[in-house]
Each structure stands twice: as structure tokens, then as C-alpha cells.
């Protein structure tokens, strides 16, 4: 027989049996296009998230008091000592104290309440913050105890609106202020929060909070290896604190100390999580789609039995019968494929846009696992019950094959 | 010098057939002893059950016998690998079915095409000419556009000698053409198979009506599995159709 007639012959037996080609396209098309559009949806949130966090440097601490995180605590357990033994560490850089200033801000009649960090300039280079407008915060105005603040940008549109901030005078508690610099916008929904902080000179916070011993957070990079200066800070701090924890259990500490790269890592697990679990549902409409494309093809063998019967009797060769339904196959999944393929992405697409009218930037991501695996797997079925009963049927007599029921 | 050894087209030594289900063996045929020469019209009669469809498949390679032997011309079928049986079955026998057996949602056209589909010597060229006279043959022009469940009973099983004559092979076998047909299209079908014969194919038909069998020059009559007459047919019937086949 001909290529071009086995090719055709293919295609005259998808229009003959319509319905069977059509649902077992849609079989296809609904197992791929779910799974695409699942782990892309998946795929790229993990990546917004993960972007977000990766804002933070990676080899950026934070050292806090235990409980600093429950509302209404009081608890300071790191001192000033503690601040000067760490920035002797030789694995740490960079460090930041920070004292919270629990005041009102106020410009003309509008007032807000952020979190107002005293603290020294490290800590914006610690949080990659970069400056918008005017300047950082200065050695000099932490040496001087200078009533300058510094605005994130969320605060300053709360406190001026339209108005250009720098060189205006604020109210905090009942300390003026000059406006020195407004930070850059990060622009993602995740640091809202940082976006609305006020900077002020560490001393000045000092002063204000009446503080004598103690700091409420410290900013600091590592050197180089994150758990040689997680352990260096660690074990700096219990022989300062006296804490006995041979066994690291975190409940004994008074502190707490991690890296950013930590948080990245847990979300990053979090996330990925998210997507895996996207994924498994989609498999089932995969798996669901499969089922549909085993039963279709099955139910047809009867109908189809007869006629690979009757083409033998007429003189087709075993060869030829597959070849042609081997075409067939090839043509619903291939087709099944690239719409389910293409629908996957064009939804995924259009939903990720949507979401990113509300979110900010995100970036479509498609993983080509999700691709090669879901367009496999129905490909697979497509083809193994398409041709597995052909050829089963074919190794029959003709008469054997025409008498089927 | 000794005269070439006479080679008959179709010939059957003690040829048996049993069928077989889980194990369970059905005997239907026994010591089979035949000789069919070329250009002869036999019919095969005999009562419903006694095995003329189960010897007819096995004669025009749709099946396979399970002991003796099975010659044509001159060649044991069971020496033939599976790529000579679906050349056989392509270009030099051809079956019509009581059935008719037509491919469903599927054109006249296309149905008489079927076969040459997978015959390996007529130019793709020539297809069109060799269907549309094929159709022409059984009177069915008109209707070659039409699908096969549109058509009658007899229309269809005029399509199906229209697709067994469509590759000019050298035997044609009929079972039972006319027992799904009324009279008047059963005539036409014999008409047809007797221009088919005139134009020098082999005909076997098999039939359990003498009437349908007298269309025949020869009867072989079969009961129960075994040849119990091979008969000339001397009051032979003619169906007068009008139809002519070319050589
Ligand atoms: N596939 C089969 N399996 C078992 N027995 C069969 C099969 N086909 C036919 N038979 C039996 O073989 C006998 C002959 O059948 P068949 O050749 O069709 O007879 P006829 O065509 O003369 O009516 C019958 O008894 C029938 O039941
Ligand atoms: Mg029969």
C-alpha cells in the first residue's frame, strides 16, 4: 500500500467515526490543557513569591528577642554588649541595630502610625532599599543624634500626598524632623509593609524610647558561609546569656537568629508544595482523560475488528492495518496534544495577566516537565489503545476478524 | 517428450476443518476432494450448517484449513506466508458476502475503491476509470455518491460484486449473495455473477436454494462436511439483466 494512501485512509477513518475522533481529541485536549494550566499557574506564583523574597539578599540576618513577634510583648533579652560582641565576629558584616519607635507621625493635619526603625545606615544596603529621592540615612547623623528622617514610600504618599516631601518638617511624638529621603518603590504587595517605614538615626530612637540597654532587632550580613555565622552568633549568645543548649533546641534560646536565605527556602518549599499539589489534580483530569481515550478506543474494537476484517479480506497486510490506525492515533493526540497544549497556556496566560493587575509583576512560567510529562502520558494512551487492539485485531484471520462480535 | 502435468486452478486433498473453542474441537469438514478448473461457475449447495461457508472461506484465503491439503494452482496454501495470503487475497480471488460486509458511512465510490487500495500493481491512476466502470457494470452510476447504509439491500449487494470485480481477479466466490435479497434483486445479482463468469472469472457460489444453484454450470452438493454429488447442471437458468462485463 501507499504512504500516501495509508495517510489517507487514516484520515477518511477519523471522519468516519467522528465522534469516537472527536472525544478522544477532547480526552487529550482536557488532560493536557489541565495540567499545563495547573503547573503553570503553580509554577509561576512560586516564582512571583520567590522573586519577592529574593529582594533580600540572601547571606542578610536578622537577630531578634524571643517573642518580639507577639503584639503587646515587651521582651528585650539583646543588649547593647550583645550588639558590639557580634560586629566583633569575624563572620559577620554590615550590622545594624535597631530600636522601635512607638510614636505618631504627623505632617499638618494628617497623622499615621508606622514602624519607625532607629537604626544606622547598613540596614537599607542589609535590605537591598535603595534611595528614591534625596539621601540615606548618615554615619553623621547617627554620631550627632541629627532629627532626620527618612520615608519609605508608602509613608510618604500617606503624609504628603502629592506634595514633595524633602526638606518638610514632621511631627514624631513630640520631636521634629526633617524629611532627608524618600526610599525607592520595591512595588510588590508582599513588602507593603516595609514600604511604609520611617527611618530615623538610631541615637535619636535611643534617646526618644528612654533606652539604656537594650536594641529590639539587629540587621547584619554574613561573610560568607550563612551557618558558620549562624553557629558563631548563636553560640556568642548563650555563653552571653547563659544558656546551657547542648542539644540546639530553639525553645531554650531568648533569641532568635536566621538568615533570609532560610525564609526564601521555607517558602520556596511552601510553594513548591502549592504547585505539586496543582499538579496532582491535574493529573487526575489527565489520568480522568485517559480512562475516556481507553474506553472510547475499546468500545470502537468491535466496529473496527470488522472492518481491519474486511480490509484483509480485500487484501490489506498486517503492516498496512497498523500503519493506518498507527496514523490515526498519531493524528488525534498530535492534534489533542497541541490544542490542549496551546489552550493550557493561552488560559494560564490570560489568568496570570489578570492576576497581575492586582499583584504586580509576574512573569508567566511554564516548566517543560509539565509539558513533556502530560503530553506524553496522553500521547501514550492515545497511541497504545489506538494501535494495541488494531494489532491484536489484525494477527486474526479475516474471517476470525469479521465474524467478531 | 511427455506433455506438461495438467495444473488445475483450485484442488483439495482429504482437506479437514475443525474449529476450535477453549479446547473444544468442532469437526465440520472431512476429506474434502475437489477440483476446480479455471473458468468454471460451481455452485455449492447443501443445507444450512453442513460447512459450505466454513469451505469456501478456506478456498479463497480467509481461513485456514487444519488438515489435508489445499493447492492453488499448484501451490499448498500452507506453505504461503501471511505477505503471499494478502497478495492472493489482492489480486486473484475476491469475495461477496451474505452480508455484504460494505465499510459503514462510507461512499459506493470509496467501498468499490477499497481494494485496489491495497493491490500492488494497478497504477494509482488507473483507479478512478477501473471503479466508475466497476460500478457502471452493476447498474449503480447514478448512486455512487451516496452512502452505504442509503442504499437496499440489493443496491448494496451490487456494490459488493461491484468491489469484487473492481481488481478483475480470477475467482470470485459468492456466499449466500442473494439470501438477505427479494427475488427481483436476487436476479439481478445472479445476472451479474453470470456476465462475471462470460467474461471468464471463475465463479463459486454457495447457495442452499437448487433454484439459485441452477445458475451454475456445475453442483457440488455438501452435507454434513463431506462432498456427497458434483452434478452438471443440465436445466441451467439464465437471469436476463442486460448487464455485460468487459473481459
Ligand atoms: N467459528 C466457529 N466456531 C465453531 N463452530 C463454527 C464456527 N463457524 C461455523 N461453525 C460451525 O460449523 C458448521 C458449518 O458452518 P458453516 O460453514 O457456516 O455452514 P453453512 O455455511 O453451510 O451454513 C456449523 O455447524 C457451525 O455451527
Ligand atoms: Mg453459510
Known amino acids: 500500500m501507499l504512504f500516501s494512501d495509508t495517510l489517507h485512509t487514516a484520515l477518511e477513518g477519523l471522519k468516519r467515526n467522528r465522534m469516537r475522533s472527536l472525544l478522544t481529541t477532547l480526552g487529550i485536549i482536557i488532560g493536557v490543557g489541565s495540567v499545563v494550566l495547573m503547573v503553570s499557574i503553580g509554577t509561576s506564583f512560586q516564582r512571583y513569591i520567590l522573586d519577592q523574597v529574593e529582594t533580600f539578599s540572601g547571606d542578610t540576618f536578622e537577630v531578634n528577642a524571643k517573642g518580639m513577634e507577639q503584639v503587646g510583648k515587651d521582651i528585650n533579652t539583646i543588649t547593647f554588649g550583645d550588639v558590639e560582641a557580634i560586629r566583633n565576629l569575624s563572620t559577620v558584616k554590615n550590622i545594624a541595630p535597631a530600636i522601635f519607635v512607638t510614636e505618631r507621625v504627623q505632617y499638618g493635619t494628617k497623622q499615621i502610625a508606622p514602624y519607625i526603625f532607629g537604626t544606622t545606615k547598613e540596614l537599607f544596603a542589609n ?4 534611595i528614591g529621592e534625596g539621601r540615606l540615612l548618615t554615619d553623621a547623623d547617627v554620631k550627632g543624634a541629627a532629627s532626620v528622617a527618612v520615608l519609605g514610600p508608602q509613608a510618604a504618599e500617606d503624609l504628603f500626598e502629592n506634595q514633595n516631601p524633602l526638606g518638610k518638617r514632621i511631627t514624631i511624638g513630640s520631636r521634629k524632623f526633617t524629611v532627608v529621603g524618600i526610599l525607592e518603590e520595591i512595588g510588590s504587595p508582599l513588602a507593603s509593609q516595609l514600604e511604609s517605614i520611617v527611618y530615623v538615626p538610631f541615637t535619636v530612637a535611643k534617646a526618644m524610647m528612654g533606652r539604656t540597654a537594650y536594641v529590639d532587632y539587629i540587621s547584619l550580613q554574613s561573610t560568607g558561609d550563612n551557618e558558620m555565622t549562624e553557629l558563631d552568633i548563636t553560640t ?21 537568629a536566621r538568615s533570609f536565605a532560610q525564609a526564601t527556602e521555607i517558602i520556596g518549599t511552601v510553594t513548591m508544595s502549592i504547585t505539586l499539589f496543582l499538579g ?18 475499546l468500545v470502537s474494537v468491535t466496529e473496527r475488528t470488522r472492518e481491519i476484517g474486511l480490509r484483509k479480506a480485500v487484501g490489506a497486510r498486517g503492516r498496512d492495518i497498523l500503519l493506518q490506525f498507527l496514523f490515526e492515533a498519531v493524528c488525534l493526540t498530535l492534534l489533542g496534544g497541541i490544542i490542549g497544549l496551546m489552550g493550557g497556556v493561552v488560559l494560564g496566560f490570560v489568568l496570570v495577566l489578570v492576576a497581575a493587575k492586582f499583584l504586580g ?7 517543560l516537565w509539565a509539558v513533556v510529562a502530560s503530553l506524553a502520558t496522553s500521547i501514550g494512551i492515545g497511541l497504545a489503545f489506538g494501535i494495541f487492539p488494531a494489532r491484536k485485531a489484525a494477527q486474526l484471520t479475516p474471517i476470525q476478524a469479521l465474524g467478531y462480535e | 517428450m511427455s506433455t506438461p502435468k495438467h495444473i488445475p486452478l483450485i484442488e483439495t486433498k482429504k482437506l479437514c476443518k475443525s474449529y476450535f473453542n477453549d479446547d473444544l474441537e468442532t469437526p465440520v469438514l472431512f476429506d474434502i ?4 478448473e479455471r473458468g468454471e461457475f460451481v455452485a455449492i449447495m447443501g443445507p444450512s450448517g453442513s460447512g459450505k461457508s466454513t469451505l469456501m472461506h478456506i478456498l479463497g484465503f480467509l481461513d485456514h484449513h487444519t488438515k489435508g491439503q489445499f493447492l492453488f494452482q499448484g501451490e499448498p496454501a500452507t506453505k504461503m506466508d501471511e505477505d503471499t495470503l494478502a497478495k492472493i487475497r489482492a489480486t486473484r480471488v475476491s469475495f461477496v458476502f451474505q452480508a455484504f460486509n460494505l465499510l459503514p458511512r462510507t461512499t459506493v465510490f470509496q467501498n468499490v475503491l477499497l481494494p485496489l487500495l491495497y493491490h500492488p500493481t494497478i497504477p494509482a491512476a ?5 471503479v466508475q466502470r466497476a460500478i457502471e457494470a452493476v447498474g449503480l452510476s447514478e448512486r455512487s455518491t451516496y452512502l452505504s447504509n442509503q442504499l437496499s439491500g440489493g443496491q448494496k449487494q451490487r456494490v459488493a460484486i461491484a468491489r469484487a470485480l473492481v481488481t478483475q481477479p ?3 466466490f459468492a456466499d ?6 427479494d427475488s427481483a434483486s436476487g436476479t439481478h445479482v445472479m445476472a451479474a455473477l453470470q456476465a462475471l463468469h462470460r467474461a471468464g472469472h471463475t465463479i463459486i457460489l454457495v447457495t442452499h436454494e437448487q433454484s439459485t444453484a441452477e445458475h451454475a454450470e456445475r453442483i457440488l452438493k455438501i452435507y454434513d462436511g463431506k462432498i456427497t454429488d458434483d452434478l452438471r447442471s443440465f436445466k441451467r437458468r439464465h437471469a436476463k439483466d442486460g448487464i455485460t462485463i468487459e473481459k
Not at chain 2, 126 to 130: D, I, L, S, V
Open chain 2, 170 to 172: 480470477e475467482v470470485i
Open chain 2, 176 to 181: 449466500e449473495p442473494t439470501g438477505n435479497l
Open chain 2, 126 to 130: 488507473e483507479r478512478e476509470g477501473r
Open chain 1, 361 to 367: 509583576t509576574i512573569h508567566y512560567t511554564l516548566s
Open chain 2, 33 to 36: 476432494d475437489l477440483v476446480i
Open chain 1, 280 to 297: 496532582l489534580i491535574a493529573s487526575i483530569s489527565l489520568l480522568v482523560g485517559g480512562v475516556g481515550i481507553m474506553n472510547i478506543m
Open chain 1, 236 to 256: 556568642l549568645l548563650r555563653q552571653r546569656h547563659n544558656i546551657e543548649n547542648p542539644d540546639n533546641d530553639p525553645d531554650k534560646d531568648d533569641f532568635i
Open chain 1, 127 to 130: 535590605w537591598s532599599m535603595k
